[in-house]
């Protein structure tokens, strides 16, 4: 008997049998496969069957027999094979039907012994009463390995068991059992240990726990013992303990919560390392797979993977892990073991990447879906389908894009950009819609469809996607921070600065998505109905109306019409179901409620507007007249006649007649128009047709039916169409006419310019270019920037298709044109440098360069690598392209790249190489390595090294490290032996150092080493003060400083702990803490205990001065009588004082005179001018003081000095007088000093005792302080009364800047602003430019422009950036223009270049002008420099559409400047004809340069290129010139033209007034004219061409015949006509094709643009 048991998942409950199996013969062994949960059970019986019993049907069947009886049996580890032992010692395999091998029995083996204990793991082991453990292939049977033991110490092994990864085994002996490894990388068994425990006995059975963590074992005597069985164990971050049960096994568990997870391998591999990520998410990895896992869900995945160990994962999908490996994504879905999908891309932020996984059964098949959108670069998206691999989707956006995400159905895309516009796009139509122009925050409501956004101070909320034009607005005054959806509520969350305010959202209109998504119709319309009409909620109507009546919900249909108010709808889809209720009672075999009735089908249709449909319908079922009858019901009666004529109706014609009556009664022409061409009547059509105002379909009439008509009527036709905005209808109707001219412009007009283009070819080849350049403008105006490309080549416009490929990212074809431009040209090396950024951010870096190098900018190719590490690539370029200083500038970045890698010796060793020590100095002080830092500053800066020591050691105390800092200022000491005055030794900062961090026993022991016995007392005794109390003082009798001790107490107040200090140590010193009690006592005003410790102290004289000081006079008479008589004296003195000083002249007399002191008292009365006083006393007890007392009056009456008059009445008290004499003083009377004092005093009275005078005071005293040049105590005086703004003033007047700027900060902005403009002001008339420029650096620069000085005004722009130095180099300029100092501006220029600011235009125009008499042809003036600034101008001119004139003068002067900046260049490089070339079509623009400076310049250079014939021609012109200017003569109808005519030389030219060349030089030309003139070879002509055009003989040189006035463009290398032309691909400047392809074969530049260009073969 097999019984099953239930044991339940708790302890407690009920345990119960739910199974038996009977059996005839006894079941020998037990085992229950892994295979559908528990529904199967295996046993093995005696007579040598394996049956198997099913749990569900409680039966049991054989599954296989033998002859021998079975010993053991085993599941294998998927539970799809089963192994059994038996007692013959074979050992027989079974497969199931799932397993996907052959099903069934076979003998896998026999074993050397009875096969006692049997198990499936890695190998199939058996084990038997001979000791021996034998191993097998579960394939072949195979045996592998074997492992013998002693018997008698083991006497035989009953049972063996696999853990659940099948690598380790375990088998059971006598008293122990041993343990067997896998070795996977050598692929064999291994022994592992072995446990020995006595008593044990037999190991009668074994049992692995399901996640192989523990081992089970049960004995013989009845005992079940549980082992711990992991290989290791350890914690996570103190989180989680993984435990390593076998190598392909780790038991993962929460140590907060205890749940667990079983990380495994379902391949076997080893498992290396696990991470946990965020707390939540699994990450291993094995040998050639990765394990990946979510602790939430528990699903875990393994997938192969052969990856970098730089991977970077990305958890922000619960349902996929995001891992980003060498620039590819892989994703991986938790819960399946492979990878769902991957995709390159380089950016792998979150809000860059969204993935939606929606594979819930509950879904229908279309909706379940697996979509990922992601960025393919910073403007494009790509939508992928996973499950299909294929592109949904791609998205090309303008602005770069920082944000996207997908809805939750993977149905819509929100996309923002960087310009914080938002964007909606429809994966199922591929349309995109912009939702806001300006978007701060956007988000999908959690699992809706519902996009919650944020423009500016509105909250905007779209409920029906859909309909993204419907959108609900709530002001909110904060910015959002996050949506919350818990509990049936929907939540946004704004952050107001101080609150935080959740703005709830609608969650009906938000259930309303959901009940859409689920198709219940009925709850979507029940939400709608508790909802107010909005345009948000009449969009969800109508939604919902549509989809109603897809699946034919013509009731829910119904309500959405009423509700949104459509009446007519609503009725009809009333009367719809009526019909279809009657058609159900006329039919019951009808189904789905009669709505297949064909009245309910065509009544449907025609409500869906499918009339044709609805046609159909009636026709089918030979309804003609119901047919009709819609159609009239419509007023479509043109439809009702054709059913009724295809039918064959007997009213069809009387239809027609009366339908074309009621046309043109109703006025409609167009239709009646129709009728009539219908009925071939063409000539009454195109009159209906014109009338009503259709005049497309009156030429289409002519043009299709070839109708002759009238020109009027052609006219007539031809009007209408261009009023009505038909051009291409025009076109074509003037093309077919041969009107080809007409046709051309009509389509040009109407942008039918394929057309325009195909006409203009066989017809008019001219216009072509000028159609194409239109073409391509056009096309960019419609954002087809890449269909441009092509028309703008044809148009020769190749900086457009240029722009345009860019635009387009279309690099391949922007660099092809671009290899074809002047590769000099300024906008050429701007778009090498556009795509090599493009280059750059793609890692594309071999390319990059390239491109930099071919934008002339070697820098940002070396900057390129070196932000990339790419050290090699960089040194490569620099060395061939940079100057040393730029490879020096290279060694210092690449040794800032080694000091941030931590490789400083290296980057030391760079410093030293290119000579900066100060930098590698500086690099080991930012990295803290002091001692290296010593090092170098002793070895290349030794003068620096003790202030070195220092700054160390303070920049160490301020970080703590004290030690360090103490060594470093004992260094510091050692090494200062300059004996400068004031050099604080070293040590003492150290005890500085430690007295601060109040670390008192080092301050201590560094005075004592180094200062002695003094300084550590010292420190002891500020130790004691700054404990204070009695801490302080055991402190100082700790260190044996008593008398210090008591002195302490004594200055703290401290005094019982002095008199107990005192009285123990040094009694001695007690009557002085006596008396410092006493006079502590005395300050805070108890006089009576004061007197006590005075008098303990020995000391009443100091009581008696107390109370005298008090005026305490009674108590310092006690005291004196009883202790000090010699003190009485004394004290009635002081009285006497005391009561003369407070006017009791009375008492004072008395007192006095006690005291025996009668001249006191007289001198007192004569110092208070008390004369009658003096005398009375005098006569009466000092009778020899009289006549002193009269001298002494005399004297003051006789002085009359101002000075001493208001000295006298200042003294008596007379203020009032004393103030006038004040006013009266002048330095005439006294020196400065003496004056200003005294007027002081004079301001202080008037202040104190005479404010009426105060007033004049200000005015006179200031005034007179100010005169005397002292502005200070002037304002000082002003300040002493508040008067702060006059006092700042007075400040300003005397330039005392500091001062007033001092006190201006301290009362007003206003006047603070006043101060620094005066002071500005003050320092612009002085002249101080250079303290202008130390105290306001903005003002200096415009100071010194101001002022001319152009020198420092450069010196300072060159300092800072480019804009200003060129823009400071432009006013240069343009002062030197108004100078007329017109050379002097090409040093400028050449030395700061040139603005292209338009303010500089005309001054840059006057200047060209002006330079055009000063040019040279020899090359000593640097033309070249103004020539290339001058283009970028002109460029710039044409850009910011300046005025054709000025444009027109501006290439002129450019042109002439190019000649002479090119000629000598040519001639350098060996092209003396074309430089020669050049200079003689200078005469071509005589008048602009001076007459006979043009024509002695061309003429020179022909012949120095040997072309004597033209030189004579040219040079002749130039002395008849002269000789008029000799003469004084300047009309030019004095000159003879006849050499001239065939040329396009002018002859309108003013002839200047002075010469314009030097006398030698032009006496040099007129001798070798005359020596010419008799040379009879000589022909007095210019060389001659035959016109193309005409035939004409002219001049070589002429751009234009001036017989048939056929025009060339000019050769920008020689300055000829090109005749067969070729044209730069950057500036579009045509040269003669041989001329061009000689020189850039040579120069590789464009001499024009100065752009990279290539030889050209084709004809153009």
Known sequence: MVFVYKLGLEWGEKKSICNKFAQNVPVTCVCWPHIRGNELLVFGVADGKVRIGTLATNKCRNLYSTDSYVLSIAASQDGMGLVSGHMDGSIHRYYFEEAGVLAGAAKLCVNPCVPTGISWGESIAAVGNDCKVYFYDPRTGAAQQNFGYDVTEDREFTCCAFNPSGHSLAVGAYDKFRVFNYNMKQGKWEEGQHKTFENLYSVTSLAWKLDGSKLAVSSLCGAIDMYDACIRRYLYKGKFEFTYVSHSQVIVKRLSTGTRIVLKSQFGYEIVKVHVYQDLYLVSHSPTTLLVGDLGSCKLSEVPWNGSGQEKFVFDNPQVCMVFNAGELSLIEYGRNEILGSCRTEYMLPHLLSVRVNDSPD??????????????????????????????????????????????????????????????????????????????????????????????????????????????????????????????????????????????????????????????????????????????????????????????????????????????????????????????????????????????????????KNFKAAESIYLERSKVDEAIAMWEELFRFDESIAVAEAKGHKNAEKMRKEYFEWLMESKQQDKAAELRERESKYTEAINLYLAGGLPARAANIVNTYQVSIPQQQQEAIATALFKAQMFEKAGDFFEKLGLNERAVEAYRRGHAFRRAVDLSRREFPGYVISLEDEWGDWLVSQKQVDAAINHYIEAHQEMKAINSAINSRQWTKAVQILDMQEQSDPTVLRYYKTIAAHYEENHQFAEAEKYHLKAQLPKDAVAMYTRNNMWEAAHKVAKVHLSDQQIADLYVNQARQLELQGKFKDAELLYRKIKEPDLAIHMYKKAKKYDDMIRLVAQYRASLLSKTYLTLAQHLEKEGSYKQAENYYIQAKVENTSGEENAQEGWKAAVNMYRSAKMWEDAIRVAKMHGGGGASRNVVIAWALDLGGDQGCKLLTRFGMVEQAIEYCNNRFLFDTAFELAQKGMPSLVPQVHLKHALYLEDEGHFKEAEEEFIKAGRPKEAIEMYIHTHMWPDAMRVAGAYDQSSIRDVLIAEAKFAFERGDYVHAQRFFLEANEPEMLVALFKDAAMFQDARRIAQEHCPHLIQ????????????????????????????????????????????????????????????????????????????????????????????????????????????????????????????????????????????????????????????????????????????????????????????????????????????????????????????????????????????????????????????????????????TYLRVIHRYAMAPIMKQEGFTDYAAKLLMTVARYAGTVPADKAFFDAGNAAKDAGWTNTAFVLLNRFL??????????????????ADFVESDIPFDFTIPPEPFVEAEPAERTRQWVLSMSVDRKLEQVLNTVNCPKCNTSMWEGSLRCHSCWDEHEECIITGFPAHKKVTCKSCNMPAIKEDWNRYITKKRLCPWCNTQQSTIFADE
């Open 363 to 608: 879904l229908d098949e279309e909706k379940r879906q697996k979509i990922i959108s992601y960025l393919v670069d910073r403007q494009s998206i790509c939508i992928l389908d996973l499950v299909l691999g294929i592109r949904v989707a791609t998205i090309q956006h303008s602005s770069k894009i920082d944000w996207l995400e997908l809805n939750k159905r993977a149905t819509k895309l929100l996309f923002k950009d960087k310009a914080r516009q938002l964007f909606l796009y429809d994966i199922a139509t591929q349309t995109k819609a912009t939702l806001l122009n300006y978007c701060t925050y956007v988000s999908w409501v959690p699992d809706s469809d519902v996009v919650v956004a944020q423009n500016r101070g509105d909250l905007c909320v779209w409920y029906s996607i859909d309909s993204p034009d419907r959108v609900a607005i709530v002001p909110i005054k904060g910015d959002v921070e996050d949506i919350e959806r818990t509990d049936g509520k929907t939540e946004v969350i704004v952050d107001e600065g101080i609150n935080t305010v959740a703005y709830g959202l609608d969650e009906s209109l938000i259930e309303f998505g959901s009940a859409m998504e689920d198709k219940d119709f009925e709850k979507a319309c029940d939400l709608l109905e508790q909802i107010t009409i909005t345009p948000e909620t009449e969009a969800m109507w109508q939604n919902l109306s549509q989809l109603a009546l897809q699946d034919k919900k013509l009731h829910i249909a119904e309500r959405c019409f009423a509700a949104l108010g459509d009446v007519s709808k609503a009725r009809a889809l009333n009367k719809i179901g009526e019909l279809a209720q009657q058609a159900m009672g006329e039919d019951k075999v009808l189904s789905d409620q009669g709505y297949d009735h064909y009245t309910v089908r065509a009544a449907l249709e025609v409500l869906n």
């Open 1520 to 1537: 008849d010139i002269s000789e008029m200017q000799e003469e004084g003569e300047t009309s030019i109808d004095q000159l003879d033209n």
């Open 1188 to 1451: 002193q007392i009269d001298l002494d009056e005399g004297k003051k009456a006789a002085d009359t000095s101002p000075v001493q008059a208001a000295k006298y009445f200042d003294n008596a008290g007379d203020y009032a007088r004393a103030v006038e004499e004040y006013f009266k003083i002048t330095v005439n009377h006294a020196p400065v000093e003496k004056c200003i004092e005294m007027w002081t005093r004079c301001f202080n009275l008037c202040l104190n005792h005479q404010r009426d005078n105060l007033p004049l005071a200000r005015k006179v005293i200031v005034e007179k302080i100010k005169a005397a040049g002292k502005y200070e105590q002037a304002a000082a005086l002003m300040e002493q009364i508040e008067d702060y703004r006059a006092a700042v003033k007075i400040y300003v007047e005397g330039k005392v800047w500091n001062k007033a700027l001092a006190l201006a900060s301290n009362v007003s902005q206003e006047l603070e602003d006043y101060v620094q403009q005066e002071r500005l002001k003050s320092m612009k008339e002085e002249g101080e430019g250079e303290e202008i420029e130390k105290v306001y650096p903005a003002a200096g620069l415009e100071f010194y422009i101001e002022s001319g000085n152009w020198e420092k005004a450069m010196g300072l722009a060159r300092k800072r950036d480019e804009e200003t130095r060129t823009e400071v180099a432009a006013k240069w300029v343009e002062a030197l223009v108004a100078e007329e100092k017109f050379e002097e501006c090409l040093e400028v220029i050449s030395k700061d270049g040139i603005s292209i600011d338009f303010r500089f235009y005309n001054s840059y125009a006057t200047m060209a002008k002006g330079l055009m008499p000063y040019l040279k042809p020899d090359g000593s003036q640097d033309l070249m420099s103004l020539r290339i600034g001058l283009y970028q101008v002109f460029e710039q001119m044409k850009k910011t559409g300046q005025q054709p004139e000025d444009l027109e003068a501006m290439k």
